[in-house]
């Protein structure tokens, strides 16, 4: 057998990858283009040019980071909700009534936590 040629020997050490020092954490998650209120989520769709031909698109929902605030807890917080979703909380009264009426299937796990806490805090203060 030959030996491997020279120039290959003297590139091999090299051609190694630098190291990718990147831990992601709990919190470091992917933006998911999803309402946090109403799981309004991406459509997948068909363009239509003029002579018919059909292509898939994707229709994405009008996504918006808002601040409410919860009036039972006192406490604002931070939700990327659809813009639709947002005239629904104005129309219902704000955060508190929107998340009361809301089933939890359709919440995501932050709004749901925050459902649970209102729940709680309204049942507290009922007792009381």
């Known amino acids: 057998m030959e030996a491997p040629p020279v120039f290959l020997t003297a590139l091999a050490p090299s051609r190694k ?8 954490t709990e919190s470091v998650k992917p933006m998911s283009r999803r309402c946090e209120l109403t799981g309004v989520n991406r459509q ?3 363009k239509v040019s003029h ?14 980071d808002v601040t409410l605030t919860s009036d039972a807890l006192g ?5 990327r909700i659809t813009a639709a979703a947002l ?4 129309h219902r ?6 998340l009361l009426k809301a089933s939890e299937d359709e ?3 932050r709004a749901a936590k925050i459902r649970r806490d209102v729940k709680k805090k309204l049942a507290e203060t009922a007792a009381a």
């Open 87 to 90: 005239r629904s909380v104005d």
């Open 93 to 98: 009264g704000g955060l508190d009534q929107f």
């Open 44 to 46: 997948i769709g068909h």
């Open 75 to 79: 406490q604002a917080y931070k939700l």
């Open 107 to 109: 919440l995501s796990t």
């Open 51 to 64: 002579s018919n031909i059909k292509t898939k698109r994707e229709f994405k929902p009008n996504l918006v």
């Open 17 to 24: 990858r630098p190291r990718f020092n990147f831990h992601p």
